[in-house]
Antibody
Framework: QVPLVESGGDVVQPGKSLRLSCAASGFTFSQYAFHWVRQAPGKGLEWLAVISYDGSRKYEAGFLNGRLSVSRDNSKNEMYLQMTGLRHDDSAVYYC??????????????????WGRGTTVVVSS | QSVLTQPPSASGTPGQRVTISCSGTSSNIGDNFVSWYQQVSGTAPRLLIFSNNLRPSGVPDRFSGSKSATSASLTISGLRSEDEADYYCATWDDGLSGWVFGGGTKLTVL
């Protein structure tokens, strides 16, 4: 059983929107913070966002200029990433990852302990 | 250009000890815990070290971490061929109010 499974990756045209999902299983979803991280082909890891265990706190990478929104539904054991105004350089593998902590600010954002296998987004006309 | 600076490459022979550095500032490493990740080609990253020097269960004690002021290091002892991978440091950045990764270090086992 894979603890985290991402879905929603697709080939999309520039300017369009996309929502990615991360489904969790095998642990108590509502007790952990979750992150989104992406990796463009041949490049390093790029952090995108973290959401606290209860969804009350969200931190999102500033360089995305508001094009991204993270959310979660603890009743469904799922987390989401909504991306708008997609650009060619948004093409990447998108990973969700579970933090060791609650995500209520830096002291409780400890480290990304469980990772999914990723879902691929290609932005192309 | 990452706010955390890592050497792009490192190498060692089997059995050797290798250290990978991660340099930051007072707003990131200097004020927060550091974690380290291993990414074998084609796979998802794996957490090796959290809170500067703690290992999750299942991570061999050949991997160790340390932090001093605005720098951190990952040391791999008794290098093995399966350690060939990319390694990333990461921490919280107070100025950015977000998590940051280093640029990554490609470790080659000769």
């Amino acid at each position: 059983q894979v603890p985290l499974v991402e879905s929603g990756g697709d080939v999309v045209q520039p300017g369009k929107s996309l929502r990615l999902s991360c489904a969790a299983s095998g642990f108590t979803f509502s007790q952990y913070a979750f992150h989104w991280v992406r990796q463009a082909p041949g490049k390093g890891l790029e952090w995108l966002a973290v959401i606290s265990y209860d969804g009350s706190r969200k931190y999102e990478a500033g360089f995305l200029n508001g094009r991204l929104s993270v959310s979660r539904d603890n009743s469904k054991n799922e987390m989401y990433l909504q991306m708008t105004g997609l650009r060619h350089d948004d093409s990447a593998v998108y990973y969700c990852a579970r933090d060791r902590g609650l995500g209520m600010g830096p002291p409780s954002i400890v480290g990304l302990e469980v990772w999914g296998r990723g879902t691929t987004v290609v932005v192309s006309s | 250009q990452s706010v955390l600076t890592q050497p792009p490459s490192a190498s060692g022979t089997p059995g050797q000890r290798v250290t990978i550095s991660c340099s930051g500032t007072s707003s990131n490493i200097g004020d927060n815990f550091v974690s380290w990740y291993q990414q074998v080609s084609g796979t998802a990253p794996r957490l090796l070290i959290f809170s500067n020097n703690l290992r999750p269960s299942g991570v061999p004690d050949r991997f160790s971490g340390s932090k001093s002021a605005t720098s951190a290091s990952l040391t791999i002892s008794g290098l093995r061929s399966e350690d060939e991978a990319d390694y990333y440091c990461a921490t919280w950045d107070d100025g950015l109010s977000g998590w940051v990764f280093g640029g990554g270090t490609k470790l080659t086992v000769l």
